[in-house]
């Protein structure tokens, strides 16, 4: 059976990796592109989110590769994500391709169904060897992750545009071929080497301005996968911006995979986003509404400039933090930019934003020496202090 | 916010905003504050003036129910005591409304100015001792009620919401299941014209020459889309002139849902899209109906799948005329007119050639078995 699954930023490596490690015959879709998005479009309902339509795109390469199999994450609601398997099995059938789908989700009856669906899926393979196999692409998530961090802190500093990225290309494409776990730590070290030699002996970025931090929340496809989010990251970089990631896979995997005894950061750092969001939104939303939200809020208390939130147009958790976030903004003095995107979103009108958004930081850093002394005596500023104060007791 | 004491004087009066699950749970909250010794007051009908109001502050991307809901909380201030915002989790174990319902009462506490006193409740039927009855004792426990009134309270409200379902799955408009007596737009800050559609327009009967019997659509939905006139542009008044009857997935008992939803491999996990579906199914197997319309709002997230799904099974499995007819706040009246009549002269049309639902025993549908044979003779070839 040659299965495939969807994209989503650098997972493909680490599902390729578990797959291969457990002995199938994997097939990774094309890179999201321009092509693969329009047969998307073309297939997809109308208005089905963003995330769908680049899922269907990548089916329809991948079948074309010839996959038999798709692996699909679901869901129990209330995100629209839960029933992406159903709709786009009803899309694929349509079109003629009778593929299985193979949809690992929370199991609604019994934990045994998981198992079964995951013996299924490997042939039933020991428990022993699949633990070892998540194991390796842990490794390699974790390390992808680390590349990634290195990337966003040394872009705005870079030599030469675009040398920090030739240098993680490289060392993404060194950890892909890692054999072993060994292998992945010494090629992340010499990856994050490489990385760092890309940058300049500064702390100013492009044109002497010195470098803002941003903080980028939103939802998990739209943060992780480049082609989604139009190289968000890559065009704040390039204004001179350390972008910083409210959400990476390791840390999603952290917070709702692994057994919550083992990750007691996470779990805290979880429990301040909880109560960051509070006093603005007290009931989860489903996706990552709750944490938008949350997350906005501890990039403020972290110093960050200016936030932007990145959603897919029309998606129901993010639209309630976008609903959210400008009263965030009015009260901590922190500047926010909520974009949806889709299909339709022009490269040029987003850039435009971007570059203006940036701006008003820069001009929002010169008029207030430090980030901190911008709020004394503010009640924003108050406001600030009675929740770090809060924060201190929840979080280290 | 966690949900604190609200003490209210006997006699106060609560508002309830007429939009989003109003229509799904009115009898439930009105029997409640009225055993707990409150007045309610419902704002007035979704006029053109509530929902440019709902547009001013609502976030751009939420969708014309919510916006609209927004635009009733905002007529209901400076009229009454307290405003109630519900936070409908879950009306049903094992599905969700929809993710704005959950975050709908921090959106509007946040977004919405000069806001009176809200009341909170939060209805989770996900949880054990979460429910509606759940719902309405701490409702009543907050409201510094004695706990035996409370019970008698949350019982009687639940009876009247039993009786307002039963009246719903039987068929009758939801005026008539509420027991609403007095005129339609009896509410307060009431915006504009009323009931009769957001610009007021209206179809002239028309005369044509139709078969016997009126052809039968099946308007499938969330209950605040097909029941707010001034959400759905009056549509079911506008199927009416055009001779069309009309049968809701509303009018579907729960058994009848639960039935259909079953036998899928993955049931929806939202509760008014498994109805939705499950209607679609229904109305198919049925055959009961001569063509389906899905009523959605643009940008509607279990919408999008819904209707995906239950379009492409029924393309699949029949040839039912299927349409999706999105509303938003920029629909024109016009068109929206052209499309149902296109879509009701198609339907008479089939008729006309004897692909009506079969097996009605209807009088006019001309040999109802022979149609059936008909009908999936022309599906094969």
Redesign the interface.
């Known amino acids: 059976m040659r299965v495939t699954f969807p994209h989503m930023g650098n997972l493909w490596i680490v599902v390729k990796t578990v797959l291969e490690d457990l002995g199938l015959d994997v097939v990774v879709p094309p890179r999201p592109s321009r092509q693969s998005l329009e047969a998307g479009v073309r297939h997809a309902p109308e208005f089905a989110c963003f995330p769908l339509k680049l899922n269907i795109g990548d089916f329809v390469g991948a079948l074309a590769k010839g996959a038999e199999a798709i692996v699909m994450a679901g869901g129990i609601g209330p995100c629209r994500f839960g029933h992406y398997a159903q709709v786009e099995a009803q899309v694929l059938h349509d079109l003629g391709h009778d593929v299985e789908m193979v949809v690992l989700e929370p199991p609604r009856g019994h934990a045994g169904e998981f198992w079964a669906k995951v013996r299924y899926l490997t042939g039933g393979k020991p428990l022993r060897r699949v633990i070892g196999a998540l194991r390796f692409g842990w490794e390699k998530l974790k390390a992808l992750d680390d590349l990634d961090r290195a990337l966003v802190a040394v872009r705005p500093i870079e030599l030469a545009r675009g040398a920090a990225a030739t240098a993680h290309r490289r060392a993404v494409a060194l950890l892909d071929a890692a054999a072993d776990r060994a292998g992945v730590r010494r090629r992340l070290s010499e990856g994050l080497e490489a990385i760092g030699g890309a940058a300049a002996e500064t702390e100013h970025g492009p044109e002497g301005w010195p470098v803002l931090e941003v903080g980028v929340v939103g939802e998990i496809f739209m943060i992780l996968e480049p082609f989604a989010n139009q190289e968000i990251e890559r065009r704040l970089g390039e204004l001179g911006v350390h972008v910083r990631r409210a959400l990476y896979l390791s840390d999603w995997v952290r917070t709702h995979l692994l057994p919550a005894a083992t990750q007691p950061a996470r779990r805290r750092r979880a429990k301040a986003v909880r109560e960051a969001a509070r006093p603005y939104l007290s009931h989860f939303v489903g996706g990552e509404g709750l944490e938008s939200v949350g997350e906005a809020i501890l990039c403020d208390l972290g110093g960050c400039d200016g936030v932007v939130q990145v959603a897919p147009f029309t998606c129901m958790p993010e639209i309630v933090a976008a609903s959210l976030l400008p009263e965030v903004g009015r009260d901590l003095g922190l500047p926010v930019l909520s974009l949806f995107l889709d299909e339709h979103t022009g490269e040029a009108g987003l850039q435009t934003r971007l570059e203006a958004f940036v701006d008003l930081l820069r001009r929002r850093r010169a008029a207030r020496r430090t980030p901190a002394a911008r709020v004394c005596g503010t009640s924003a500023g108050r406001r600030r202090g009675r929740l770090r104060q809060w924060l201190c007791g929840a979080s280290t | 916010?966690?949900l604190g004491a609200c003490q209210l004087e006997e006699g106060a009066v609560v508002g309830l905003p007429r939009a989003l699950l109003f229509y799904e749970l009115y009898p439930f909250w009105k029997a409640l504050f009225e055993k707990l010794g409150l007045r309610i007051a419902v704002s007035g009908p979704t006029s053109r003036d509530v929902i440019e109001a709902g547009i001013r502050e609502?976030?751009d991307?939420?969708c014309l129910p919510v916006k609209a809901f927004y635009g009733h909380v905002m007529a209901l201030r400076g009229k009454v005591d307290t405003v109630f915002l519900p936070?409908l989790?879950s009306l049903k174990g094992?599905?969700?409304?929809?993710?704005?319902l959950?975050?709908l009462p921090?959106?509007i506490r946040?977004?919405v100015g000069r806001l009176p006193r809200v009341i909170i409740a939060?209805v989770d039927e996900t949880k054990p001792g979460k429910g509606l009855m759940a719902a309405g004792l701490s409702l009543a426990r907050r409201l510094g009620r004695a706990p035996g009134r409370a019970r008698a309270a949350s019982a009687a409200a639940l009876e009247a919401l039993g009786v307002f379902r039963a009246g719903i799955w039987s068929g009758r408009p939801f005026e008539e299941a509420a027991g609403w007596l007095g005129p339609r737009d009896s509410g307060v800050g009431s915006g504009g014209e009323g009931a009769a559609g957001r610009d007021g327009s209206h179809i002239e009967p028309r005369e044509v020459a139709r078969a016997a019997e009126p052809v039968r659509v099946g308007l499938v939905g969330h209950a605040y889309n097909l029941f707010d006139p001034g959400v759905n542009l009056d549509l079911p008044r506008k199927l009416a002139r055009l001779g069309c009857g009309m049968v809701t997935s509303e009018a579907l008992t729960e058994k009848q849902v639960e039935a259909e939803s079953s036998t899928r491999?993955?049931e929806?996990?939202?509760s008014s899209g498994r109805r939705v579906l499950a209607a679609a199914t229904h109305f198919r197997r049925g055959k009961e109906v001569d063509g389906i319309i899905h009523v959605?709002s643009?940008?509607?997230?279990?919408?999008?799948?819904i209707?995906?799904?239950a379009e492409?099974?029924t393309r699949?499995t029949s040839d039912l005329p299927y349409m999706l007819l999105?509303i938003d706040e920029h629909t024109a009246e016009a068109g929206l007119v052209t499309r149902l009549e296109a879509f009701v002269d198609m339907l008479e049309r089939r008729r006309a050639r004897g692909l009506g639902p079969a097996g009605s025993g209807r009088e006019g549908a001309a040999g109802p078995a022979m149609t059936a044979a008909v009908d999936r003779g022309e599906n094969s070839a």
Do not use: Q
């Open positions: 916010m966690a609502a976030a991307e939420a936070r989790v094992g599905t969700y409304t929809c993710p704005k959950l975050g921090d959106m946040h977004n939060e491999p993955k929806i996990f939202w959605v643009f940008g509607c997230g279990p919408d999008s799948m209707g995906e799904i492409r099974e699949r999105t």
